[in-house]
């Protein structure tokens, strides 16, 4: 109990008193998490949107595998952009194999099953009528299309917010494409596991605050858009 303690203490005085190497691992971290975040949202949000205002043949059994790649393991996203980007793989002579866009390439396929996902789930829980409205109103399909997003856009700031969250707590794929280097990839979860195992507790506990503050401030912003 007072190892729990005196780690906590410590942990917390790492924090205010601005360690750089748990700050330097926080800032790594919320870079790659967010550009992986906002990659994933310029190109799935608007896919999802274009599967549920588009009908074709499979359309429900596509929706179907993506809501199922919702808890897609990590490892094996790793495993994908790992044998993807390796010496002997297809895209291997690019060079990004243990470096931070390998991980936000590993990033962006583990979240975008949720942001296309999530955005479809929001559309669905849009009355149809105000579509018809706008139509009958004399708008284009383009535009109606534009008024049935914009009304759904707390779901979808929602499908974000949960893809950075997801991202942001993720070390399956930063620890198998990323290689957990200091200073260059190492993040909150990878930095954690390692200083645990070397038995820095209150390094990990500081990085453990911070990433723990960093995903219920993230819960929240989702209940309250959740509630809107």
């Known amino acids: 109990m007072d190892l729990v303690i005196d780690s906590f203490l410590t942990a917390l005085k790492l924090i205010f008193t601005g360690d750089r190497e748990v700050f330097s691992?926080?800032?790594?971290?919320?870079?790659i998490s967010s550009t992986s975040t906002l990659i994933a949202a310029l190109t799935f949000v608007p896919l999802g949107s274009l599967i549920y205002f588009h009908s074709f043949p499979g359309k429900g059994l596509l929706i179907n595998i993506i809501q199922t790649l919702y808890s897609m393991p990590t490892v094996f996203v790793g495993l994908l952009v790992f044998i993807t980007f390796s010496r002997a793989g297809p895209l291997g002579s690019l060079g990004v194999l243990f470096s931070p866009t390998a991980i936000i390439i590993g990033y962006v396929v583990l979240i975008s099953p949720i942001m296309a996902g999530v955005t479809i789930s929001a559309l669905r829980g849009i009355a149809p009528?105000?579509?018809?409205?706008?139509?009958?109103l004399g708008a284009s399909r383009t535009q109606a299309i534009y008024a049935v997003v914009r009304e759904a856009r707390d779901g979808v700031s929602t499908a974000v917010l949960l893809g950075f969250g997801r991202a942001i707590s993720e070390i399956g794929v930063a620890i198998m494409?990323?290689?957990?280097?200091?200073?260059?990839?190492?993040?909150?979860?990878?930095?954690?596991?390692?200083?645990?195992?070397?038995?820095?507790?209150?390094?990990?506990?500081a990085?453990?605050?911070?990433?723990?503050?960093?995903?219920?401030?993230?819960?929240?912003?989702?209940?309250?858009?959740?509630?809107?």
């Open 25 to 31: 691992i926080t800032a790594r971290t919320l870079l």
């Open 207 to 228: 990085l453990g605050i911070i990433l723990v503050s960093l995903a219920l401030a993230v819960n929240i912003l989702v209940s309250q858009l959740q509630h809107r």
């Open 177 to 205: 494409v990323g290689g957990n280097i200091r200073g260059y990839t190492r993040t909150l979860t990878t930095a954690m596991a390692l200083e645990t195992s070397m038995g820095n507790f209150e390094l990990a506990m």
């Open 129 to 136: 009528e105000i579509q018809e409205t706008a139509i009958s």
